[in-house]
């Protein structure tokens, strides 16, 4: 039995790429023709149904990024911050947080943060 789509990363002619092949149809896309089309799909994807789980599934296998770079600005017609993050292979997502959101973000992020200095015995 056939796969009907493989998906490999190659090194054609000494460049990476990633080939696609659907039914024996292939083309070959470099890194900028990949970032093309996973934000075209993640584009695609926000319209369809059904939608991303609000909340993050306990029995999914998410991959995770380890200290992303990130960056936060205050957008000059939005009443709260955008919060901008760097996955490797996603590339930059960003987020628009309301400042309720963002008290919200800075409790959960406190907590956390004083439970590790505690664990460290960092913590006063």
């Given at each position: 039995?056939?796969?009907?789509?493989s998906?490999?990363?190659?090194?054609?002619?000494?460049?990476?790429?990633?080939?696609i092949?659907i039914?024996?149809?292939?083309?070959?896309?470099?890194?900028?023709?990949?970032?093309?089309?996973?934000?075209?799909?993640?584009?695609?994807?926000?319209?369809?149904?059904?939608?991303?789980?609000?909340?993050?599934?306990r029995?999914?296998?998410?991959?995770?990024?380890?200290?992303p770079?990130?960056?936060?600005e205050?957008?000059?017609?939005?009443?709260?911050?955008?919060?901008?993050?760097?996955?490797?292979?996603?590339?930059?997502?960003?987020?628009a947080?309301?400042?309720?959101?963002?008290?919200k973000?800075?409790?959960?992020?406190?907590?956390?943060?004083?439970?590790s200095?505690?664990?460290?015995?960092m913590?006063?």
């Amino acid at each position: 039995m056939t796969r009907p789509m493989s998906i490999d990363k190659v090194n054609e002619y000494g460049r990476n790429a990633v080939r696609i092949d659907i039914q024996g149809r292939e083309v070959l896309l470099e890194a900028a023709d990949l970032d093309a089309v996973i934000e075209h799909l993640s584009a695609l994807r926000a319209t369809m149904r059904p939608e991303v789980p609000k909340a993050p599934q306990r029995t999914h296998q998410y991959v995770i990024e380890m200290d992303p770079c990130w960056h936060a600005e205050k957008h000059p017609l939005f009443d709260g911050s955008v919060l901008f993050m760097r996955h490797s292979g996603l590339g930059w997502a960003g987020f628009a947080l309301p400042t309720e959101s963002l008290a919200k973000l800075h409790h959960a992020l406190t907590q956390q943060l004083e439970a590790s200095l505690e664990v460290h015995g960092m913590l006063n």
